[in-house]
């Protein structure tokens, strides 16, 4: 079995039922098995081998999910960029891949073409392919798809200035899409939501555990994504009976959606969470709101998708306690290492380790993985077996679940001509985070505005800084590293300085940072 046969034994299968809905309408899975096999043709006819990479630039849409599919059809990869960042990202990420075909639409095909030359052929796509009256022929000579040839790369923030691609492989993937299909017990009656964008982890969910069971996916339009009335709407119109996105997007429908006034979602059985932890004050107003639905956290970086759960129950309610991220699944094995590489015990806390199917196969252009997947996340055994999430090693932080590495925003601002020095903080948690950087200028002070876009250029949204702080230089720690805590507590009193870089060499510099130059907030 692999990615590219869920669609195609579906629709044998049950092709009358509901495939996709979007905004642009419905289609069902011999509708979608159809302009699958006319884009793979399409592609074909542009190049496209097995292991060769399409990058899908494009808003979220039912003729995505589509090109998805052709790619896959075709034994090859796709490369799923999200229809809101720059030109100079997606062209940044299809030469990092050595993409074959970039397939896009209308408005940003002429973007791309007045850009450098080397960028690959483009098919372009407003919509879902029209048959072009010739006989549906098999697409291309049978492609065999081994398990372990790559089903698809997921480009994320790096720590080198460089968004990195995280390659996963047909049995990656498919051995968290088994394990979640059995676990929320999915049917061809169900109604996914697709909340996340396709080029973040969480919608792998969303698609192929649907596709598996034959069940229908209703994609939430971007603009749409954090506007919390009318998810509430679309929860309740759309009868959705699984749910899966990042807690804030739930807090913000709570806080500002009116979510838990009024009936339940009428058809909801499974809400599932993850990418950051969920304030429990919410949560327990959510699940008391929710009788009867159940509360699923799951817990994993890209580099292994879901590689642990924990189902919420009544009794974490009553505990005030952070949920626990639980113990493994999908077929993996978890622990805790100690520093000096033992396991961790009951209590003890360590660097999570994954090792399983799930595991990545490597880094676009850095060779294959192998062995173990150590995380950098911080975790504490509980007695129970599971674990609880305690904080990170290094600088990436999530923000509204975004995996975002500040090295690449620090190199992004370093690049602006009137920057000499950058180091980016996050003030505030979930949807109160808030993205800022304090600049040492390199001549006259930049402005928010100017950087913001010259920012906008480079970075998605989620990573362009909310605010800019000017600052006459940054403090060092004694190996002279910037000493981030210092720079917390001066320019950011008032949030909690538990930042855990250079946590054991906090000693301030000689000169501590400069009064801020009128922040630009």
Excluded at 414 to 432: I, K
């Amino acid at each position: 079995m692999n990615l590219a046969a869920l669609v195609s034994d579906s629709a044998r299968r049950a092709g009358g039922n509901l495939a996709v809905a979007g905004a642009e309408g419905r289609v069902t899975y011999r509708e979608l098995d159809r302009a699958a096999h006319i884009l793979a043709r399409q592609l074909h006819e542009r190049g496209v081998r097995g292991s060769g990479r399409v990058v899908i630039w494009l808003d979220k849409s039912i003729a995505a999910v589509a090109a998805m599919q052709a790619v896959l059809r075709l034994a090859a990869v796709y490369v799923p960029v999200d229809g809101s960042v720059p030109p100079r990202r997606a062209e940044v990420i299809a030469r990092g891949c050595s993409a074959t075909v970039i397939v896009t639409d209308s408005r940003r095909a002429a973007l791309l073409r007045e850009s450098d030359d080397g960028l690959p052929p483009l098919l372009v796509l407003d919509g879902l392919p029209d048959d072009d009256g010739r006989e549906l022929l098999p697409a291309v000579p049978a492609a065999p798809v081994d398990p372990d040839d790559l089903a698809y790369i997921l480009y994320t923030s790096g720590s080198t200035g460089e968004p990195k691609g995280v390659c996963v492989s047909h049995r990656n993937a498919l051995a968290f899409v088994d394990w979640a299909a059995a676990e929320v017990a999915a049917t061809d009656e169900d109604r996914f939501a697709n909340h996340a964008p396709f080029g973040f982890d969480l919608s792998v969910l969303d698609l192929y555990v649907a596709f598996r069971a034959g069940a229908s996916v209703h994609l939430i339009p971007s603009a749409m994504a954090y506007a919390p009335q009318q998810l509430r709407e679309f929860l309740h119109a759309e009868r959705i009976t699984v749910w899966y996105s990042v807690p804030s997007v739930l807090i913000l429908m709570i806080r500002d959606g009116s979510l838990c006034e009024g009936p339940p979602p009428p058809a909801l059985r499974a809400l599932l969470f993850a990418g950051e932890p969920f304030a429990v004050d919410y949560l327990s107003v959510l699940y008391r709101h929710l009788a009867g639905v159940r509360f699923l956290n799951l817990y994993g970086p890209t580099e292994t998708n879901v590689c642990t759960f924990h189902e919420v129950t009544a009794a974490d309610i009553a505990s005030g306690e952070a949920v626990p991220i639980g113990r493994a699944c999908s077929g993996d094995e978890v622990w805790a290492a100690l520093p000096d590489g033992r396991r961790a015990g009951p209590g003890e806390e360590g660097e999570l380790v994954v090792d399983g199917p799930t595991v990545m196969a490597g880094y676009w252009g850095h060779g294959a993985h192998k062995g173990p997947y150590w995380t950098g996340d911080i975790v504490r055994l509980r007695p129970d077996g599971g674990f609880e999430y305690r904080g990170r090693l290094d600088q990436m932080v999530k923000v509204r679940g975004h995996r975002v590495e500040l090295g690449e925003i620090e190199a992004c601002l370093a690049r602006h001509p009137a920057v000499g020095e950058a180091t980016v903080l996050v003030d505030g948690v979930g949807t109160a985070a808030r993205i800022v950087a304090a600049v040492v200028p390199d001549g006259t002070p930049p402005g928010l505005l100017a950087l913001k876009r010259h920012c906008a250029e480079r970075l998605p949204r989620y990573m362009i800084p909310d605010a800019v702080l000017t600052v006459a230089e940054l403090p060092r720690t004694r190996n002279g590293k910037t000493d981030r805590q210092a720079l917390r507590a001066a320019l950011l009193p008032s949030t909690d300085s538990t930042d855990s870089t250079d946590s054991t060499d906090s000693t301030k510099s000689a000169g501590s940072p400069g009064s801020p130059a009128s922040p630009d907030a």
